[in-house]
Each structure stands twice: as structure tokens, then as C-alpha cells.
């Protein structure tokens, strides 16, 4: 299995329990989500937001790697490329960390950055999940079980 | 009407539908429903309450804005939370690897961010 793919696939998770942790916390009307239960939703968020960020250092690392060796060869399932859909993941996710770590860290000592924050961060949750949906239609061949290519190489 | 090509994305599409009638069915008799009566989201209050009266400098100045919950003790780091507890120390563990990979994701973005045009026109002219 391709390391590319794999990390794809890690992404998609991470990214759907952040999208469903976020949204339940994110006001009385989307509780229902995670069933009213916002303190297991924050530390949920907490935690999946970490290894959302690691997995964002794995990926730049890798890209960095493989133009340094200059590595031409294409990875489709890369999450994050110079152009198309992989260069808009890429910015989304900056911006997601870099309001996230102000939420984070300044949640108590500074209330109009934080309020700033998590406006853009709330604000770019909803185009985000918009965007994956979208990519999900554009992909969706992706979605189909190989049994032709089984069949022919039997 | 419907693309064949399209179709697992339909089929996606109605396992999710059919999970999100289940919580909502499970959720239907949760007391806390009523609180879906509140319209705005979380920003959305918190801008309106904070950032009407707050000016450009307020956003990087730490503690110009008195917090209520860090006078009476019971901000994120003192009060209600144990503070000797897993919960903490998981907290401290999380902060710092999130203070330690910060840097190192601004500094790849930048590099890709000049890196990654300059890859891009060499594809274009080989």
C-alpha cells in the first residue's frame, strides 16, 4: 500500500471527526451531533487536532523531501499539491491550525483575537466540509471496489 | 438523469442521510434541545459581544480585555479543572507539541510556498 495513499486516507478521518467534534461545539443548534455531550466533543476536538497537526507536518516533510530529491514521480493521493484542490487543502489547513493554536493558547488572556479566531475558523469549517463534499463527487470513481481490474488480472 | 459514474457518491450520500435520521431520532427527547433555540453560533455571540467595542491593537494585546472566567478562577488553567489529573497532563503534553510543531509548519509552508511555483513552471517547460 502506498504511503500517499495511506496518509490520504488518515487525513479523511482526522478531518471528519474535527469536522464533527467542531461542529457539535460550535453552537446549540448542531449539538445534536455528538448528543448535547460539548465537553467530550472539546477534548475529542483537542486530541483529533493534534494528530491533525502532526499529520501536517508528516505531509510537508514528505513534499519537502521529494523536491529536495527532485521526485517527479505523480502521487495522486497526496493531500496537499501546488495547484487544484491539493493548494486549497493546503491553505485551509494553515489557516486551521494558525486560528486554532490562537483559540488554543489565547483563550483566556485575549477575548477579541480569540473571538476573531474562531469566527474564521467556524466561517472556513462549513466551506471546508462543503469543499470535501465536493471532492467526494469529483472522486468518486476513487469510491468504487476494484473488482474489474481483480477480474482481468485473473 | 443520473451519472453511473456518480453513483457511489449517491450511495455515500444515503448511508450518511440514513445516520443523521438516527441521531436525530436519538436526539429528539434530549432536555438539552432546548437549547437549539439559540439561533446565533458561538462566534457569532462572541464577535457580537467582544469585537463591537474592541479595536485592532486589542487583537495582539494579551489581557487588555479582562476575562471574566480567569477573575474568578475558573479559566481553562485554574478552577474546576484538576489540575493534577490525566485530563491535565494531556493538556500540558498537547500544548507543547502543538508550540513545537507550529514553527516547523510555518517554516515548510514558506519554503513550499516559494519552492512549489518555481517546480510548477519547470513541469510546464519540460
Known sequence: MKFDFILHWLWALVFSILALSGIAMAGAKYGWVMQYDIATADIVHRLAAVVYVLLTVIVILYEIIRILRRDKTKKPWLV?????YGLFTFITTLIF???GAVIWLFM????AATAFTLWIHEKLTYLAVASVIWHIYMKSHALKWPKNKERKAR | MFNKQKRPFWQLSSVFAVIIVLVLALSWSNRAE???QMDASMAVMMSNEILDSATIPDLFTIGTIESPEALSGN???AGHHDQSGTLYAIHLITTGLLLFTLPVILAGALFLAIVWPNSSKR???N
Do not use: C, L, Y
Open chain 1, 80 to 84: 496537499f499539491g501546488p495547484s487544484g
Open chain 1, 97 to 99: 491550525i494558525v486560528t
Open chain 1, 108 to 111: 483566556d488572556s485575549n477575548h
Open chain 2, 34 to 36: 432546548n437549547a437549539a
Open chain 2, 75 to 77: 479559566g481553562e488553567h
Open chain 2, 123 to 125: 513541469r510546464k517547460t
